[in-house]
């Protein structure tokens, strides 16, 4: 079905049924499709982008926290600027959108993924990958007690690739050969945001996630 194409759009992923998130869990982590005894593989170049309403829970179905510890990002988006709002309602009132053309080959991309694999990483970058990442699961050794009580669950091993990989993406395109601990720290919160589990207290609190992560990255040395 539309599973089996280079690019997957799950509009609402919250409102699809059990069954449906855990056939699209087997594609994103096994990179395959299971139909009774056979499995068909998916093409090297696939990925999903997931949207989640997160205001409107009626009709919902809680994510399974092994699936979405496999997107590698959670993008908050907020309400468009005054100009931005402006400009959609003119694309979507006025004349009829332009075709759309190819402007890159599957090739390129599988290229380019191979390039973004040689992209430098020091070790002192590394490292603080891994003492952002150490500091969600142990705050209090790392010098934010006060965190201890507001974490259930840190972020998983997963938290640290992602972080690596997308880094340096982010340094392929600003056009740069290394990973600075700017690229680390721009994304983190895009990374670790849903990959934390806030406690009760801190939802009593009013504590997100994404604040937790926050008083991480300004505690945390940067090297």
Do not use: W
Not at 136 to 142: G, H, L, V
Request: aromatic share 6%; charged share 25%.
């Amino acid at each position: 079905g539309p599973i089996f194409a280079n690019l997957v759009l799950a509009d609402e992923i919250n409102r699809a049924p059990a069954k449906v998130q855990s056939a699209l869990l087997e594609a994103m982590q096994e990179r395959q499709v299971t139909i009774g005894d056979t499995s068909y593989m998916l093409d090297d170049l696939f990925l999903v982008l997931a949207t989640q309403n997160p205001i409107e829970q009626e009709g919902t179905y809680p994510l399974p926290e092994a699936q979405v510890d496999r997107f590698m990002l959670k993008v908050q988006v907020d309400y468009p600027s005054r100009i931005e709002e402006r400009q959609i309602v003119d694309r979507m009132t006025g004349e009829p959108l332009a075709a759309v053309r190819p402007v890159i080959s599957t090739s390129d991309i599988l290229n380019a993924r191979k390039i973004v694999r040689g992209i430098y990483v020091d070790d002192k970058v590394k490292e603080y990958v891994m003492d952002l990442v150490v500091a969600t699961r142990e705050p209090s050794a790392n010098g934010i007690a006060g965190l201890g009580p507001l974490i259930a669950y840190g972020a998983s091993p997963r938290a640290s690739i992602y972080l690596i990989i997308a880094a340096r993406a982010h340094a392929f395109l600003k056009g740069r050969g290394y990973v600075t601990p700017e690229d680390i720290k721009e994304l983190a919160p895009d990374i670790l945001r849903h990959r934390l589990i806030p406690t009760y207290e801190a939802e009593a609190q009013s504590v997100t996630a994404s604040d937790i992560v926050q008083q991480i990255l300004d505690h945390v040395e940067v090297p």
